[in-house]
């Protein structure tokens, strides 16, 4: 390896105190909080929502696959960087990586909470206990705040609070609280967006479209969904004339992979020239692949086909993560994996993938 490899996309764990006791008054008694439950063992409970977040893969990271399982866990047994930040350069050590770029827990939940009122308070709350986080190891740890989009006015302000605590960029929820992303309503929230030189980030399993529960045949097929909503994102802001009006906006397409980019590009720009006419979508300069390949930024982790196909995508966008410490992670083994994964790339592609590319779209400098 040469430079020492940066993960786009990492997360937390949020202690039973992240919300209560930061969240503003009116929802104290409802802020989302930790129970002991006999059988699932502790789970996250969300007011307001059916689904509870059980502990057991939230830090399942270097588990053997046979003993992972959503119940049973206890949070206190957990991997203890995910909520102390003494803890967290360590186990980057362990990994062999120079920093990480912070998502949510419980927060990518929240991103699907009915109520938007409830949504805000509990972003503003996560933000506040996130920049303490952070502020352990600045140079690296690297925080994404969150919004709630209510509005574009108030998505704009949030967007410079954000920046003013240091965080490096936005995680945006998948479905904003009025019309879609693409609407010209829009446009004021991209304009700042880019003037503010702060990349919009998606993540997987936060849009209305994502879920674990819905598939066909047996409960793994479902996995297979997942990133499905990630994608209508990035068609939404290509078809929807989003990069044709702001050209320099950064969009992060966050734990979908990348080996399904080429494919995806390429149906996109037959639907632009065999069928815009009747299934209707705004006239662009370019193709669709043209802005996928400038504008969206895409992490994986263990996706060996992205570093098959990364002179089909564009390989200055492509992004590596250990996704630590969520049971999807890499770690503590990411770099046997890289070994293997990244082996016939260049030394050049390598540090793109593994360093520049992350460092420059957030413009950090890390060592």
């Not at 950064?250 to 990348?258: H, I, N, Q």
């Not at 692949?289 to 196909?309: G, H, I, L, P």
């Not at 770690?331 to 030394?347: F, G, I, Y």
């Amino acid at each position: 390896m040469g430079k020492r490899p940066i993960s786009a996309d990492s997360h937390i764990t949020e202690p039973p105190d992240c919300y209560a006791d930061r969240i503003e008054k009116k929802y104290r008694d409802t802020a989302p909080h930790l129970e002991r439950d006999d059988k699932r063992g502790d789970v996250y409970v969300i007011n307001g929502l059916e689904s509870i977040v059980p502990m057991g893969l939230v830090a399942a990271a270097g588990k053997d696959p046979k003993d992972l399982r959503m119940s049973g866990a206890r949070f206190g047994d957990l991997h203890r960087s995910g909520w102390d930040p003494t803890y967290r350069v360590a186990d980057q050590e362990r990994d062999g990586i120079a920093a990480e770029f912070i998502y949510p827990t419980v927060g990518m939940l929240l991103c699907n909470h009915p109520d938007f009122d409830y949504k805000k308070a509990c972003f503003d709350a996560y933000n506040l206990w996130l920049q303490e986080y952070c502020a352990e190891a600045p140079d690296r740890l690297f925080g994404l705040g969150q919004t709630a989009m209510r509005s574009v006015d108030e998505g704009i302000e949030d967007l410079r609070r954000i920046k003013e605590m240091g965080f490096k960029g936005v995680m945006m929820p998948g479905n904003p609280q009025h019309l879609d992303y693409d609407h010209p309503d829009y446009d004021p929230l991209w304009e700042a967006a880019v003037d503010m030189d702060m990349p919009i980030s998606f993540h997987i399993l936060t849009s209305s479209q994502d879920s674990l529960t819905r598939q066909r045949g047996p409960k793994i097929n479902s996995f297979q969904g997942i990133i499905r909503g990630c994608q209508d994102i990035i068609g939404t802001f290509i078809f929807g004339g989003v990069f044709e009006r702001h050209p320099k906006l950064k969009l992060v397409c966050v734990e979908a992979d990348a080996g399904w980019a080429p494919h995806f590009m390429y149906r996109m720009d037959h639907a632009y020239k065999r069928h815009r006419y009747w299934m209707k979508c705004a006239e662009m300069e370019r193709l669709p692949s043209e802005y996928f390949r400038e504008n969206v930024y895409m992490t994986f982790q263990d996706d060996w086909v992205a570093f098959k196909v990364k002179d089909m995508c564009n390989a200055r966008r492509l992004l590596w993560a250990n996704d630590f410490p969520h049971s999807d992670s890499t770690w503590p083994w990411s770099q046997e994996m890289l070994a293997e994964h990244a082996a016939e790339l260049t030394e050049q592609e390598r540090d793109w993938i593994l360093h520049d590319n992350v460092a420059e779209l957030y413009n950090v400098s890390v060592n």
